[in-house]
């Protein structure tokens, strides 16, 4: 065999077990997602670049490049905790990869009454903390169309395990300000976007079964709007 030849060969061997490698760690490790809505503004921009920790949760078949069907059920399974932001497919196609704060676990009831959360008759802690313009892609694209650009309270809120992150909130009542009670079942969790008046999530759809989950974001790793923007790093860091 002529050193071209072999050449050739060591480097097709080499690109394969490194392709091999790259989809194991996509799979079990790490896998990057980049956010195309403003439901979980401020803390997560659109055009925001996020690491999502495959192995924080333990693995299903939604941990696997399309969802193949070779993981029963879920295998070291660590349920998410209160507080999380966590990926998962939507319960009502499987297919759509979500990205949400985790508000109710199993056996809780949750109820929204004037905006503000209760977990079990208790509300959740709020305290204003300031006035949100949002500047990003999504308002931007909105006042190129003639749209008002709405200025939202940022409250801080905190949970019953004392937890604290900051969302934003309307002053005009939206249609999920005020609901029934949700009762989140055995291995379903209830799910909460920070932009409260613009995110679709448990109160419209449901709660999420364990086995949908795909990972926990963990960290923001790059910001990049679109193919005519310079990407930023100036994001980068830990998820609250």
């Not at 980049?34 to 996020?50: A, E, F």
């Not at 208790?122 to 200025?151: F, P, Q, S, T």
């Not at 449901?206 to 994001?235: K, N, T, Y």
Request: hydrophobic letters at 40%; one cysteine or more; glycine letters at 8%.
């Amino acid at each position: 065999m002529s050193k071209a030849l072999k050449k050739k060969d060591n480097f097709f061997v080499s690109f394969f077990w490194i392709l091999i490698i790259a989809l194991i760690f996509r799979a079990f490790v790490f896998q990057s997602y980049n956010i195309p809505s403003g439901s979980m503004l401020k803390n997560l921009l659109v055009g925001d670049y996020i690491f999502v920790s495959k192995f924080a949760y333990g693995y299903s078949k939604n941990s696997l490049p399309f969802s193949l069907p070779i993981i029963p059920g879920r295998v070291f399974s660590s349920p998410p905790k209160r507080g999380d932001v966590a990926v998962f497919k939507l319960p009502s196609d499987g297919r759509t990869d979500y990205i949400k704060r985790v508000i109710g676990l199993p056996g809780d009831k949750v109820q929204i009454i004037d905006g503000e959360v209760f977990i079990n008759d208790k509300k959740l802690i709020y305290k204003k903390i300031g006035v949100y313009r949002d500047n990003n892609l999504v308002n931007r694209k909105k006042r190129a169309l003639g749209c008002r650009n709405e200025d939202l309270e940022i409250l801080t809120e905190t949970l019953p395990n004392g937890r604290s992150y900051e969302i934003l909130n309307s002053a005009t009542e939206s249609y999920a300000d005020n609901t029934g009670v949700y009762n989140v079942p055995e291995n379903h969790f209830f799910m909460m976007g920070d932009n409260r008046d613009n995110s679709l999530d448990s109160r419209v759809w449901g709660q999420v079964p364990e086995r949908d989950i795909v990972g926990e974001a963990v960290a923001i790793w790059m910001h990049w709007e679109s193919l005519f923007s310079i990407p930023s790093f100036d994001r980068a860091g830990a998820l609250h």
